[in-house]
């Protein structure tokens, strides 16, 4: 019976509230007022998304054909220490590795249907750099082996990042390249060439070289 009770009182402050509601609301004429700040509000947020989504994808670069992205350099300052040199058209970059052996992600956008047809060129940008340690038990314990990163932007904005939760994107797509467990070697310079498959280090001198012969 005390449930009945309750569910009652409940039921009674319920229209309660409801009457003093329509009272202060009058003839409703704010409820049309609230829905087109709400959509305002709504509207400019979305602009806002676009904007950044704009801005971010303005730093890709085209994928079209085999050219040479950028060179990598690196100087041995210590046990596992490398210092690298990244240099390209659009970046310049040094940055401090540790480990035996490093490797490169890259961030691609690639194109599906409508805007494939239009002629939309997919895209990359360099994303990180890392070191890697043989000793399994140094890398689980190395914290300074952790990614460089290449892209200033931040991962709440990342529109790669973004598209790359998405299940079934429909016009565009998150892909990437990757070149991993190349030797962390003193004086070794590379270039890097990047192409619509993939992207690969060329050895430009004979530290370099000696990494690719047969042992």
Do not use: C
Request: zero cysteines.
């Amino acid at each position: 019976m005390q449930f009945y009770v309750l569910a009652g009182l409940l039921a009674v402050m319920a229209v309660a509230l409801l009457a003093l509601a329509l009272r202060l609301g009058g003839r409703f004429g704010w409820v049309a007022a609230w829905m087109r700040g709400n959509l305002m509000l709504v509207l400019l947020a979305l602009v806002a998304v676009l904007a950044l989504a704009a801005f971010d994808v303005s730093r890709f670069q085209s994928l079209e054909r085999s050219s040479q992205v950028a060179t990598l350099q690196l100087h041995e300052t210590g046990p596992q220490r490398f210092e690298v040199l990244l240099e390209g058209a659009e970046l310049s970059r040094m940055m401090v590795v540790h480990g035996d052996m490093w490797d490169l992600d890259v961030q691609v956008l690639r194109w599906n249907g409508l805007a494939q047809l239009l002629g939309l060129k997919d895209g990359y940008r360099l994303n990180r750099m890392s070191g890697r340690f043989v000793a399994l038990e140094q890398q689980e314990a190395a914290s300074n082996a952790q990614p460089r990163g290449l892209n200033d932007t931040p991962a709440w904005r990342d529109i790669w990042l973004w598209l790359d939760r998405l299940h079934e994107p429909v016009l565009v797509e998150a892909d990437a390249f990757v070149v991993r467990f190349m030797p962390l070697v003193d004086g070794a310079r590379y270039r890097l060439d990047i192409g619509p498959t993939g992207i690969t280090p060329v050895p430009l001198n004979e530290q370099a070289e000696r990494q690719f012969r047969p042992q």
